[in-house]
């Protein structure tokens, strides 16, 4: 009884030292971490974010979500934008990302135009979190401080990438178990998944929705399939809109397509589905600024979640390998 009583004494002491180094490291980071070091960064990217943005409004979600799934990896430590070395298999290749994230160059050019301006002071990672937000500020979104003062890390992991990205295909209850695992709430995570009111998805991730799922509206199903073939390996790649009304507007349609049955992924309509989230849908879809607030708040604590700072990880000075 004292062996067991002794055990949980340490699991529990364990947790508080992580929870604990979870916080320290988090408040590292500041708003105004480059304010001297750096003075010109955030017009400099910003720069290069937009100048992507008017050639494909597209990139903007492509932008945003390299962030997400950058942050569900280890941390908000830019592994995703590593290529594969001898030593490990980076997150690229991972089936959540292989023939779908993209926005790699864009990052390359802006990582560039910084180091013209402040050569090896801003790390990969911080780009990440300030084209996130420039994306969908020039795209109709809220604005937010965005805290800084990432540094970025000398490998990446395939595998994780594989277990911690919530695939299309989830329940409710997975969705909310990857975000908890992440240190977020099902708040968060609600208004995190608004990200899908821009950008769009391939027939691959869509598919079985569409073909397969009774939660969904007929005729947008229908529309679907005409540039979706049931069968596997048959347009695969073909792309439809997330939010089929307004796809390069940051707004709150997302939630007003659940809300009649016409979200494009399995993972999307389960938000919406008679469960447990469903008022919380509805608050964003009648309310904007609820959706924004809320959003903001969410892309914070994502950004927050187990960065390297002080003495660990590197400032990169190629994103794409380690120094």
Not at 53 to 78: P, Q, T, W, Y
Not at 170 to 180: P, R, T, Y
Not at 252 to 264: A, E, F, M, S, V
């Amino acid at each position: 009884m004292a062996s067991s009583s002794f055990s949980s004494m340490a699991v529990i002491v364990s947790m508080a030292l992580l929870l604990l180094l979870v916080k320290s490291s988090s408040a590292q980071l500041s708003t105004n971490f480059y304010s001297s070091s750096c003075p010109k960064l955030f017009s400099t990217v910003k720069s290069g974010v937009q100048s992507a943005i008017s050639a494909e409004k597209r990139m903007g979600a492509s932008l945003l979500r390299l962030f997400f799934h950058d942050c569900f990896v280890d941390g908000c430590d830019g592994s995703i934008l590593l290529d594969n070395t001898s030593n490990f298999t980076g997150e690229k290749d991972a089936l959540p990302n292989k023939n779908s994230v993209r926005g790699f160059d864009v990052i390359d050019k802006i990582k560039k135009q910084v180091e013209k301006a402040c050569p090896g002071v801003v790390s990969c990672a911080d780009i990440l979190a300030i084209v996130a937000r420039d994306s969908v500020v020039i795209l109709g979104g809220p604005n937010w401080n965005v805290k800084l003062g990432r540094r970025d890390s000398t490998t990446a992991s395939e595998s994780a990438a594989n277990n911690n990205i919530p695939p299309p295909s989830s329940s409710l209850s997975n969705l909310i178990s990857k975000f908890s695992a992440q240190g977020l709430s099902t708040k968060d995570m609600i208004a995190l998944s608004g990200a899908h009111t821009i950008g769009k998805a391939r027939c691959i991730s869509f598919r079985a929705h569409i073909y397969n799922d009774s939660d969904i509206d007929n005729s947008f199903a229908k529309t679907r399939r005409a540039n979706c073939p049931s069968k596997s390996g048959s347009g695969d790649n073909n792309l439809a809109p997330l939010d089929f009304e307004t796809d390069t507007e940051f707004d709150n349609y997302y939630y007003k397509n659940l809300i009649i049955k016409k979200g494009l992924l399995h993972s999307d309509q389960e938000l919406y589905n008679g469960g447990s989230a469903d008022s919380q849908v509805k608050s964003y879809a009648n309310s904007e600024s609820t959706f924004f607030s809320d959003f903001t708040a969410a892309m914070i604590n994502m950004g927050d979640i187990t960065p390297l700072t002080g003495s660990n990880g590197e400032i990169r000075k190629n994103c794409r390998k380690i120094n």
